[in-house]
C-alpha cells in the first residue's frame, strides 16, 4: 500500500502563493501518474494537474497560468505551486497517485483565499 501526507495549506489572502507538498511511501513513485485534484463544498471533485511518469503535464483551464504541478522522484514527493490565488481557489485539495491499477489518495489539505 502506497501512503501520502499532504502539507502546505493554510490561509491566505487574494494574490498570493501557497506549495502543496504530497510525500509518498513506497518504491515505485518513479513511475506514477501522480495528480492533484480540489473539492468544495456542494462541489464535485474536480481535476486541478496531472504529471506523468514522463513528466508531461495538464491542468484545468481555470488555473493555468497559475497553478505548476512538479516532482521529485528521490525524495518521492510531488508539488502544487499555487500563485495569484483567488477565493475561486478554496477547496481541499487533494493528491493522487496512479500506477498500473494502483490508485491511492491523499488525506486531504485545506486551502483558504480570502478576498
Known amino acids: 500500500q502506497v501512503q501520502l501526507v499532504e502539507s502546505g495549506g493554510g490561509l491566505v489572502q487574494a494574490g498570493g502563493s501557497l506549495r502543496l507538498s504530497c510525500a509518498a511511501s513506497?518504491?515505485?513513485?518513479?513511475?506514477?501518474?501522480l495528480g492533484w485534484y480540489r473539492q468544495a463544498p456542494g462541489k464535485q471533485r474536480e481535476l486541478v494537474a496531472i504529471?506523468?511518469?514522463?513528466?508531461?503535464?495538464t491542468y484545468v483551464d481555470s488555473v493555468k497560468g497559475r497553478f505548476t504541478i512538479s516532482r521529485d522522484n528521490p525524495e518521492n514527493t510531488v508539488y502544487l505551486q499555487m500563485n495569484s490565488l483567488k477565493p475561486e481557489d478554496t477547496a481541499v485539495y487533494y493528491c493522487k497517485f496512479t500506477w498500473a491499477s494502483l490508485s491511492f489518495w491523499g488525506q486531504g489539505t485545506q486551502v483558504t483565499v480570502s478576498s
Open positions: 513506497g518504491n515505485i513513485f518513479r513511475f506514477a501518474t
Open positions: 504529471i506523468t511518469s514522463g513528466g508531461s503535464t
